[in-house]
């Protein structure tokens, strides 16, 4: 393994992960990152009604296996039919935080519990739970981690005290189904999907930033071209996954997600997604599930992050530049400053 600390803090800054294996901040740790289910493994799909047949084949083999099943559950879509296949009585979770508007998501998510007879938990999030379980997650993942990653594991604590012996998430359903219509329905240039993909310029925040155009390069075509779905498939399904798997690995409950044992059968409708109905057959089966609600807007799993950095000055380390145009940068990215000064910290 080699071992580079200005490339792994840039390759942080820029993709959320350290997307080369072979590489580490420090000697004695090595990060971890998920590996894909490979596509002969997974089940092709054509329809609404063959996502459901084939979420209950799954949940069904679960329930074979595990008395007691829970949930992580939004407001959104993608948990909402997961939740559906739960027996009642199962517990489900939902993340507040005193210092974040998430009433709407709350709202929805009590519907759901409400409807199939699920005990529904409230996990708080506050700056106090980011500051104690950010550096367990970190130690064990040997590197900054997403934000996400501190609450899961609380939730995941939560659910082992409650006797919950595995977690439904719906995290793969944007990816396999077309739900990142924002990054996958421009047709992009190569320049412009780096731009818009890359979720913090180490440029802008480092000291020694280290080009990350390798890794872009690699999905190049033609002169100024960009296979950028072939990009989601392989790069951000690592970063997203990857916060699930340490998140829940280090809680020691296991966790499981329908939606990546499936892939479309058929090429994406792109002129579906274009025309506003991103993951359309995760909408149809939303509307067999609950007829009787609208289908929301996407909802992703919310963090207080906006909330809580919304003053903070920045890092004060000699990696990070002393000019970082903070007032410019969203809660997600200076959350991503701060968790790299805070794993800096721990393991320098």
């Known amino acids: 393994m080699a071992i580079d600390k200005d490339f792994c803090l840039s390759s942080y800054m820029a993709f959320r992960y350290i997307w080369k294996d072979d590489m580490d901040f420090y000697r004695g740790f090595h990060h971890h990152n998920f590996e894909p289910i490979p596509d002969g493994e997974r089940i092709p799909v054509r329809t609404s009604e063959d ?103 609380k939730a995941a604590i939560q659910a082992k ?55 872009y390069e690699h999905y190049r075509t033609g002169e100024n071209g960009i296979d950028h779905m072939r990009f989601m498939d392989e790069v951000f399904s690592i970063e997203s996954s ?5 998140a829940f690995a280090v809680a020691g409950l296991p966790y499981y997600d329908p939606y990546v044992r499936l892939v479309m059968a058929e090429p994406l409708d792109m002129q579906r997604v274009r025309n506003g109905e991103p993951k359309y057959l995760v909408r149809g089966l939303y509307a067999m599930k609950y007829p009787e609600l609208e289908i929301p807007f996407k909802m992703p799993m919310p963090r207080p ?35 790299a000064e805070l794993f800096l910290d721990m393991f320098d």
């Open 51 to 153: 996502i459901d047949r084939e979420i209950r084949r799954q949940v069904d083999e679960l329930y074979r296996r595990y008395g007691n099943i829970g949930i992580l559950l939004s407001g959104g879509m993608d948990s909402a039919n997961l939740a559906s296949y739960l027996r009642p009585g199962s517990h489900a979770y939902t993340f507040t935080s005193s210092v974040g508007v998430f009433d709407a998501d709350i709202e929805r998510a009590r519907k759901y519990c409400d409807k199939l007879g699920l005990q529904h938990h409230l996990v708080d999030i506050s700056f106090e739970d980011y500051k104690h379980y950010t550096p367990i997650v970190m130690a064990a993942k040997g590197a900054p981690v997403h934000s996400i990653e501190p609450q899961i594991y």
């Open 161 to 215: 005290k409650d006797g919950v012996e595995i977690i439904l998430v719906g995290e793969s359903a944007d990816l396999v189904f077309g739900g990142m219509d924002k990054l996958i329905s421009p047709e992009w240039t190569f320049d412009g999907f780096v731009a818009r993909y890359t979720f913090l310029d180490p440029g802008v925040v480092l000291t020694k930033p280290v080009s990350q155009a390798e890794l």
């Open 242 to 246: 990857s916060s699930y798997l340490n």
């Open 305 to 339: 992050v906006d909330s809580i950095f919304h003053d903070w000055a920045g890092p004060t380390r000699s990696e990070f530049r002393s000019d970082i145009p903070m007032d410019c940068l969203t809660g997600n990215q200076k959350w991503q400053l701060w968790c």
